[in-house]
């Protein structure tokens, strides 16, 4: 593989990964001759796994081979349209909530496959545990049988319900109830967890555990359902706006290059059976204010922030947590803590759409 540098990407994710390959110590060659499976490799936190290893093939000629699972094959070739004449990067389409049959050798294996958007939990729960539970069971024998030297399960913030502490640890969990819909999401996500607890006790496969937090950036779907997607694709479009609660909720945001290299450090240099929180504490804002924030960044549109009820017939299912922000003591042991503010965080998210 050539040293340089795929022209092909935005200015905005180049500068990104050059971020996070050369500001954080993280031991990149521990990947040099891998093989790396990626499931849900076209979604918005695993395609950014990806472009780390095309990244680091190009500029440290590390030589990783990458296979990226997807459901959609035709999803993968307009995420990774850049790319698609590489030799480094295959695409096997599978459902993981099914058997996945592959006589490669497999070295590490990141399990990003799921259906992340409240939009989702409401029209399909079953689809939304299901890769979260029988996925995660399939991916864990797999690593057993291949003896992957790392398993990286992303899980999430929701599982801690309504949290007991705020910044909240790995140990704080709160009240989930599991009689409600929109708990598919949390409570399937525990049970993967446990899962690669499990797997890791019984049968020694190095599984390890992020959780994150509020993540925005380049990539992400502005069609999404999340509020903060709302904002950036107002922004885009030059539209004012739109608040469809009181806006007096706090999150906490982590850009998604800072968080990317939380991934990377947690894989590489995390415990096994062990928790991460991966998100930025200095990032918390209500979603009033970050509505301002977003629209304040559109410099040619003097745009506005609206309030408008949320109608009765959209899918999204609201949260019932009031504030979130991590602890993330953890993860800075391990040598990681995120860089970027806010404003800059935003201000590249909302270029990375433009061209």
Known sequence: ??????????????????????????????????????????????AYMIETMLFLNETKKLNITV??????????????????????????????????????????IIHAASQASPKF???????TLSANTMGTAHLLELARNKKTKGFLYFSSAEVYGEATHIPTSETDYGYINPLEVRSCYAESKRMGENMCVSW?????????????????GPGMRLDDGRVYADFVNDA?????????????????????????AGFWMVLLCGESSQAYNIGNPEGKISIRDLAGLVAGLVRDEALTVKHEQRQASESYQPSNISITCPDISLAKNL?????????????????????
């Open 236 to 260: 885009v479009k030059g539209r004012d706006i739109v608040l469809k609660s009181d806006g007096l909720a706090e999150r906490s945001f982590c850009y998604l290059a800072d968080a990317t």
């Open 121 to 127: 939990y409401a029209i399909d729960p079953v689809g």
């Open 67 to 108: 296979l990226a699972v997807v459901r959609n094959r035709e999803k993968f070739s307009e995420r990774f349209s850049i790319h698609l004449s590489r030799t480094d990067l295959l695409c096997i389409e599978q459902d993981i909530c099914f058997p996945i049959s592959e006589s490669r050798p497999i070295d590490f």
């Open 200 to 216: 890791s006790h019984q049968f020694e496969v190095p599984a390890k555990i992020v959780r994150p937090f509020h993540t925005y």
């Open 1 to 46: 593989m050539s040293n340089i540098v795929n022209t092909g990407r935005h200015p905005v994710v180049t500068a990104d990964l050059e971020l996070l390959t050369s500001h954080y110590v993280i031991p990149w060659d521990e990947l040099s001759g891998k093989t790396v499976m990626v499931t849900g490799a076209a979604g918005f936190l695993a």
């Open 335 to 355: 040598g990681w803590k995120p860089v970027t503010s806010l404003k800059h965080g935003f201000r590249n998210t909302i270029r990375s759409y433009q061209l």
